[in-house]
């Protein structure tokens, strides 16, 4: 069973910057994506940024510009940092690693708002 684990969220004011962690269990390269996604109140679950087993990085168009998906492939760690947030960046973020079977971590609650 493959497990992970975010970190890093909280209540940050419009125009700040939080970073989001992902500690999984397994070796990340074994993987076809893993990345980001995030679910408003109301709203579907959406995909922020992934990295597909390609190598390529996508990102959500609304996102583009201020958020920055790394990985550390020796410590098994997903990264998100996320510069000039916005209240609509509100969600709960979800990591995401995919093979066959899709996995997600418990979720972290970021709040953006003065």
């Known amino acids: 069973q493959v497990q992970l684990v975010e970190s890093g969220g909280g209540l940050v004011q419009p125009g700040g910057s939080l970073r989001l962690s992902c500690a999984v269990s397994?070796?990340?390269?074994?993987?076809?994506?893993t990345g980001w996604y995030r679910q408003a109140p109301g709203k579907q679950r959406e995909m922020v940024a992934v990295?597909?087993?390609?190598?390529?990085?996508t990102y959500a168009d609304d996102v583009k510009g201020r958020f920055t998906i790394s990985r550390d492939i020796a410590k098994n760690m997903v990264e998100l940092q996320m510069n000039t947030l916005k209240p609509e960046d509100t969600a709960v973020y979800y990591c995401?690693?995919?093979?066959?079977?899709?996995?997600w971590g418990q979720g972290t609650h970021v709040t953006v708002s003065s």
């Open positions: 397994r070796s990340i390269r074994s993987f076809y994506s």
């Open positions: 995401n690693a995919q093979e066959e079977t899709q996995y």
């Open positions: 990295f597909r087993w390609t190598g390529t990085i």
